[in-house]
């Protein structure tokens, strides 16, 4: 049996970017080291059960810290990359757009999660990754980012669409969080962190952007 | 100044339906001894359809088929009250039920500390619930461990929030549901609905029967 040519192609794609911050790589140690510090002060005494996972405030692209400074500074050129990557926009039409930004960061121990949420009036979202503990041998989801699925899936299943390959499969996606890496996807996408189960602290920065237009009228405040 | 008359409604609606099974404790607490010394190989599931976890065990799908009378009265329990849920959101009689052939896969998870399960739902099933046979510890510390959690299906709704619908009253509002159950809560919904159980901090166990039915 001859098989017709076909060219399939994947409609309804959800962009999700990884790349190295080889700019930023210097600087991440320090930063980490600065956020643990800020992270042990600030739970002081609180309970054991707590010290799980920090999530600072979101003003973290206001701080005067210079290496903190330097390295939010890549991770949002980062995202201004990916946004060249996937819009249409000429580059000339990209240096007419103000970014706004807002960004924190979360330290996760071991036993720490962070629950699923997508982030409003946000068009992409950036996380970078510090430090992040050995994969676990018993939690395959242990240190992961996870991306639900966001398309409307079918509740009609059979061997066949139960099988699809990447692109074209359901379920969710899982980026492992390594250090020196950024990922940038859109800020509507829900996303969680399963339980840590190995030591060692899962330190990651988040940033929400989105862009202003020349003219355009204000967006809500975050 | 007096505006026109407006009408109301709660449109692509889903329906949740809770109930809770009376002086269920001695219900509960065979379902309990039956099922820790079934926690064995012999009884887990052999092809779960998400990566196991050590921390939640997944007994097989036939857990109706057992013949145990614990088992048998919780299966009356559910099931009857899958019926009510069908009765109360359909058009479909209760004569027009009777005729139909019931089917379910029926199965027990145990959750300890630090288990969980992912967001899912259930494809080639048309109702699904879950029974409360031990809630587990509640910790202050976590007041989100072990939560029977929706999520909301009108996804990317809650991309654009500003003041005038950030806080829709329920059932408007934008955003998952969480339950925390009790032992003899049972939780009907439909199985295209997202759910997960959130990670479970508490000392003990959590122990729960969840079950997917089709009518034929």
Same mark, same amino acid.
């Given at each position: 049996?001859?098989?017709?040519?076909?060219?399939?192609?994947?409609?309804?794609?959800?962009?999700?970017?990884?790349?190295?911050?080889?700019?930023?790589?210097?600087?991440?140690?320090?930063?980490?080291?600065?956020?643990?510090?800020?992270?042990?002060?600030?739970?002081?005494?609180?309970?054991?059960?707590?010290?799980?996972?920090?999530?600072?405030?979101?003003?973290?692209?206001?701080?005067?810290?210079?290496?903190?400074?330097?390295?939010?500074?890549?991770?949002?050129?980062?995202?201004?990359?990916?946004?060249?990557?996937?819009?249409?926009?000429?580059?000339?039409?990209?240096?007419?757009?103000?970014?706004?930004?807002?960004?924190?960061?979360?330290?996760?121990?071991?036993?720490?999660?962070?629950?699923?949420?997508?982030?409003?009036?946000?068009?992409?979202?950036?996380?970078?990754?510090?430090?992040?503990?050995?994969?676990?041998?018993?939690?395959?989801?242990?240190?992961?980012?996870?991306?639900?699925?966001?398309?409307?899936?079918?509740?009609?299943?059979?061997?066949?669409?139960?099988?699809?390959?990447?692109?074209?499969?359901?379920?969710?996606?899982?980026?492992?969080?390594?250090?020196?890496?950024?990922?940038?996807?859109?800020?509507?996408?829900?996303?969680?962190?399963?339980?840590?189960?190995?030591?060692?602290?899962?330190?990651?920065?988040?940033?929400?952007?989105?862009?202003?237009?020349?003219?355009?009228?204000?967006?809500?405040?975050? | 100044?007096?505006?026109?008359?407006?009408?109301?409604?709660?449109?692509?609606?889903?329906?949740?339906?809770?109930?809770?099974?009376? #002086?269920?404790?001695?219900?509960? +607490? *065979?379902? &309990?001894?039956?099922?820790?010394?079934?926690? $064995?190989?012999?009884? %887990?599931?052999?092809?779960?359809?998400?990566?196991?976890?050590?921390?939640?065990?997944?007994?097989?799908?036939?857990?109706?088929?057992?013949?145990?009378?614990?088992?048998?009265?919780?299966?009356?329990?559910?099931?009857?009250?899958?019926?009510?849920?069908?009765?109360?959101?359909?058009?479909?009689?209760?004569?027009?039920?009777?005729?139909?052939?019931?089917?379910?896969?029926?199965?027990?998870?145990?959750?300890?500390?630090?288990?969980?399960?992912?967001?899912?739902?259930?494809?080639?099933?048309?109702? #699904?619930?879950?029974?409360?046979? +031990? *809630?587990? &510890?509640?910790?202050?510390?976590?007041?989100? $461990?072990?939560?029977? %959690?929706?999520?909301?299906?009108?996804?990317?709704?809650?991309?654009?929030?500003?003041?005038?619908?950030?806080?829709?009253?329920?059932?408007?509002?934008?955003?998952?549901?969480?339950?925390?159950?009790?032992?003899?809560?049972?939780?009907?919904?439909?199985?295209?609905?997202?759910?997960?159980?959130?990670?479970?901090?508490?000392?003990?166990?959590?122990?729960?029967?969840?079950?997917?039915?089709?009518?034929?």
């Amino acid at each position: 049996m001859s098989l017709p040519s076909l060219s399939v192609v994947p409609i309804f794609a959800t962009p999700f970017a990884v790349m190295e911050l080889p700019a930023a790589l210097p600087t991440t140690p320090v930063v980490a080291q600065l956020l643990a510090r800020h992270a042990a002060a600030k739970l002081g005494t609180a309970p054991a059960a707590a010290r799980l996972c920090y999530e600072s405030r979101d003003d973290l692209l206001e701080w005067n810290e210079e290496p903190v400074r330097q390295l939010c500074s890549e991770i949002l050129r980062g995202v201004w990359s990916t946004v060249a990557a996937v819009t249409t926009l000429t580059s000339e039409q990209l240096a007419t757009l103000s970014m706004q930004a807002r960004g924190w960061f979360t330290v996760i121990q071991q036993n720490g999660c962070v629950q699923a949420a997508s982030h409003p009036l946000t068009a992409w979202c950036g996380i970078y990754c510090l430090e992040a503990p050995q994969p676990s041998a018993e939690r395959s989801d242990s240190g992961v980012v996870r991306l639900y699925e966001s398309r409307l899936g079918t509740m009609f299943s059979d061997a066949t669409n139960s099988a699809l390959r990447v692109p074209f499969n359901h379920g969710h996606s899982s980026w492992r969080a390594v250090p020196g890496q950024l990922a940038v996807f859109p800020g509507s996408l829900t996303h969680e962190i399963p339980l840590v189960r190995s030591a060692g602290p899962l330190t990651l920065i988040t940033v929400r952007t989105r862009f202003v237009g020349p003219g355009q009228e204000g967006l809500s405040r975050w | 100044m007096v505006g026109p008359a407006l009408r109301l409604s709660p449109a692509f609606a889903v329906p949740i339906l809770q109930t809770r099974r009376d #002086s269920s404790e001695q219900l509960n +607490r *065979a379902l &309990e001894t039956l099922f820790l010394e079934r926690e $064995s190989d012999e009884y %887990r599931n052999p092809t779960p359809s998400h990566t196991p976890q050590a921390e939640t065990f997944e007994s097989r799908f036939n857990l109706f088929r057992w013949p145990e009378p614990c088992i048998q009265e919780l299966r009356r329990f559910v099931l009857d009250n899958i019926a009510q849920a069908v009765i109360q959101t359909t058009t479909v009689t209760p004569e027009e039920l009777s005729r139909l052939k019931f089917q379910n896969h029926t199965w027990f998870h145990i959750t300890r500390y630090a288990g969980s399960f992912v967001a899912h739902n259930h494809p080639l099933a048309s109702w #699904s619930a879950v029974y409360c046979v +031990r *809630a587990g &510890e509640e910790v202050r510390e976590h007041p989100q $461990s072990g939560l029977l %959690r929706f999520f909301d299906p009108r996804q990317g709704a809650n991309a654009y929030l500003d003041a005038a619908n950030e806080h829709l009253h329920p059932p408007f509002a934008l955003r998952s549901l969480d339950l925390r159950l009790t032992a003899g809560d049972l939780v009907v919904f439909p199985s295209y609905l997202f759910h997960e159980v959130t990670p479970f901090h508490g000392a003990d166990m959590r122990i729960t029967v969840a079950t997917n039915c089709w009518f034929v």
